[in-house]
Structures are given as C-alpha cells and as structure tokens.
C-alpha cells in the first residue's frame, strides 16, 4: 500500500488505515465534513495527533491575500485533504499541492471518500526527495 522508503510511510499508512475504516463503515455518498467528523473519530481512537480544518494565509508577494483550511494537519508534518467526489480529478490534486506550498510542508494525502473505493494519493511538495 505505501511504499517504506517514502517520508513518513509509517504515519501516512497509519492515517490511510484509518480512512479505509471509516469508508468501510460508511460507505460512499456523504457529503465531506460526514467523513471528516468520522475520520477525527479514528484519528483520536489510534492516538494521532492532529488539529481540523487548520487556516493559514496565503501570500502573493508577501501580501496576505486570503486564507484557506485544509482539513486535517496531522502531527505537524502531513497535510491530509479530504474529497467526497465520484472521481478525483487534476483540479483536486494542483489543490493539495498548492496547499503543501502554503503550509510550507514537503508531504500530504488527497483522499477521496466519493467513489465506491477509498481513493488516494500520497502528495508531495514538487522537489522534494524520497
């Protein structure tokens, strides 16, 4: 499922898991904040720290232009960007991107709890090395 040479497998792994249990149970066709209050349930159930909906601003050329939450920062280290969409598309994944950019973090997940199975997508900050 997730490869052990990449940053963070273990945790990325763990917070997948935890997604796959809550898709288990719930099935598709919730709206998002269902499966986000659902996977804050399984985060606090295996002790993964994390905060929700966490806001930072976004700068363009260091002015402060507007602010964005992604929906769930885990431990301080991985952006996890939640979907409740029939199929992932490129729009969602140059929006996880764009959200690493802000936060200034090298690793997410994109998870889509829209489709018949769990989809995601280990995301990583362009330049990053494995």
Do not use: W
Not at 115 to 129: A, I, Y
Request: charged content about 25%.
């Amino acid at each position: 499922m997730i490869k052990q040479e990449y940053p963070e497998s273990e945790l990325t792994g763990k917070i997948i898991g935890c997604a796959m249990e809550v898709h288990r149970t719930l099935g598709n066709g919730f709206q998002e904040v269902i499966y986000q209050r659902a996977l804050a349930i399984e985060f606090t159930k295996h002790r993964i720290a994390f905060s929700r909906e966490h806001e930072i601003d976004i700068f363009y050329k260091e002015h402060c232009v507007g602010r964005r939450r992604v929906d769930f920062f885990v431990e301080g280290k991985i952006m996890v960007e939640l979907k409740a969409v029939i199929q992932m598309e490129d729009v969602h994944l140059a929006q996880a991107i764009n959200y690493l950019e802000a936060y200034g973090l090298p690793i997410g997940l994109l998870i889509n709890f829209g489709n018949r199975s769990l989809q995601f997508k280990r995301v990583m900050k362009p330049g990053t090395k494995l």
